[in-house]
């Protein structure tokens, strides 16, 4: 699989314990934390599924190897924006 993006759900009551652990750009290996539906209204990717944080999830930093893509950043051409060829209820798409 490649140019796989989930996204990841960290409820309030533990922000506090991963807000100063997790930093932008770092890569870590992720265990025991909780899958859910990738369901609602606006969704930050087009997964089917999302990776809920748990009050037991166990972050472990690790080296980047450069196997993932640090941006991530896919444009939508133009044309498909305006002939609303898109998923307008997903911050990124396909």
């Given amino acids: 699989m490649q140019n796989v993006t989930i996204g990841a759900t960290v409820k309030s009551l533990f922000m506090k314990k991963f807000k100063n652990t997790i930093k932008e750009g770092a890569v870590y290996i992720i265990s025991q934390f909780g899958v859910g539906s990738n369901t609602g209204s606006f969704r930050s990717t087009p997964h089917d ?11 472990a930093k690790t080296e980047d190897d ?17 002939a609303e060829q898109f998923d307008s209820k997903c911050l990124i798409g396909t």
């Fill in 49 to 59: 599924y999302k990776v809920v944080f748990q009050f037991s999830t166990r972050l």
């Fill in 66 to 82: 450069g196997s993932i893509d640090r941006y991530g950043i896919r444009l939508t051409p133009i044309s498909t924006v305006r």
